[in-house]
């Protein structure tokens, strides 16, 4: 792998991904009881909603700057000193006792400072590799390490309701705005003249979508997040409920097979097609949610651990094909358009919808878990048949590339 790139642009980029999943992570995961401790739980569903509904309109405009008017690298690193300051100021106005709804406007204003940051960084990573197909996995893998790293300080800091874990967050967020200034610029895009406010706002990108192998692929990745959405949520009160504590540390299983998965990625890639491993993907993401369904305290475990493989080979592979099959001059606005539909369409009514059917589900006597899961479990199993009939993929010799190396089948 490093035969491909030098040793020193490698580390630069596994830097990039450990310090930005740890500042993500950082924040997302002590929030919840954050709020709770300042007396902030009536907006908590309003709040972590407010990344969903940034995720709608954020990461396509930036998108569309770091395609056309400014190289990436100087746009994550603006992107990353305004989340630095959002978050910060967010954090004292929930310290301070400040109205509840300024509290929820400081964090949705943290939330479109902070959606386009991944899309943009995964730009960077992809214009660095010489082939992404063997190289991405790993690299992404680092940020699923930095966010159990920022998970771990905030344990260690005696953080886990309190502000600091903001403002430490806060204080990554600069690390990576500086240490942006080691990666060299990428070449800046030809400056765009006459351009419509459509495309200022990026919302050309949904012209992508007139392909249809990239259609299916968006559509299905979409569809995918919202019973995914479910699983965040609902599995550490199922985990507490069949009598395992320290849910944090069980959940980590997911991640630990996320990580192996991403490393295994590059060899599936170059010795699979693209259809078998987002099958193989959604067939684990289908029995991750029928583990959970057998409610007891193995095959709960047994679906966490599933959760890694699907995810990277759903998520991961989907970053993985944008790459090779949109133009370059399209690829940081079909990242975003990506986050868009992950983040944003898949989330909010993943979300919304997965909390109604938990309240469904919920009785005198306690959860229906069976039930809960395995209504998540069909609803994967409906976008494995949907992905299946849609997808038709590239035959031998047909699109850009006749070197089966250059592309994914």
């Not at 660095?128 to 996995?137: N, P």
């Not at 010795?271 to 684990?284: D, P, Y």
């Amino acid at each position: 792998m490093l035969r491909t790139i030098r040793r020193a642009e490698y580390f630069e980029l596994v830097v990039l991904f450990f310090i930005q999943g740890a500042a993500l992570g950082v924040w997302f995961v002590p929030l919840s009881t954050v709020l709770d401790a300042h007396g902030l739980n009536g907006i908590k569903p309003y709040a972590f909603a407010a990344s969903a509904l940034a995720a709608f309109v954020s990461p396509l405009i930036f998108g569309a700057m770091a395609d056309r008017h400014a190289s990436p690298v100087k746009v994550l690193r603006g992107l990353a000193l305004a989340t630095a300051a959002t978050m910060a100021l967010a954090c004292t106005g929930i310290q301070l006792g400040w109205n509840p709804w300024l509290v929820l406007a400081l964090i949705q204003l943290h939330a479109l400072c902070s959606s386009p940051t991944w899309s943009i960084a995964s730009t960077i990573v992809f214009a660095r590799l010489a082939d992404a197909r063997k190289e991405f996995g790993p690299i992404r893998a680092m940020a699923t390490l930095g966010w159990m790293a920022g998970c771990w300080l905030v344990s260690a800091l005696g953080a886990d309701t309190s502000t600091l874990a903001g403002y430490s967050g806060a204080l990554i967020w600069l690390v990576v705005a500086g240490f942006t200034f080691f990666l060299p610029t990428l070449e800046t895009p030809k400056s765009a003249e006459n351009l419509t406010w459509h495309e200022h706002l990026g919302l050309d990108a949904l012209t992508l979508l007139k392909n249809r192998e990239h259609r299916v692929v968006f559509i299905t990745v979409a569809l995918f997040c919202i019973p995914l959405a479910g699983f965040y949520p609902y599995t550490p009160p199922h985990l507490r409920e069949v009598g395992l504590e320290h849910t944090s540390a069980w959940m980590s299983l997911g991640q630990v097979t996320e990580i192996i998965a991403m490393f295994a990625l590059g060899g599936f890639l170059l010795n699979w097609r693209l259809k078998t491993l987002f099958t193989l993907g959604l067939v684990f993401g289908v029995l991750r949610f029928a583990c959970c369904a057998l409610n007891t305290k193995t095959w709960l475990l047994a679906g966490i651990v599933l959760h890694g493989c699907s995810f990277t080979l759903v998520y991961i592979t989907a970053q993985i094909y944008l790459d090779q099959r949109v133009d370059a001059a399209w690829r940081a606005r079909a990242q975003a358009l990506m986050s868009l539909v992950t983040g944003g369409v898949g989330n909010l009514i993943g979300y919304l919808g997965s909390g109604w059917w938990f309240t469904a589900n919920a009785t005198t006597s306690g959860t229906r878990w069976p039930v809960f899961w395995s209504g998540l479990s069909v609803a994967v199993a409906v976008v494995l048949v949907y992905f299946l009939a849609a997808y038709r993929g590239r035959r031998a010799g047909e699109g850009q590339a006749a070197n089966s190396t250059t592309s994914l089948p």
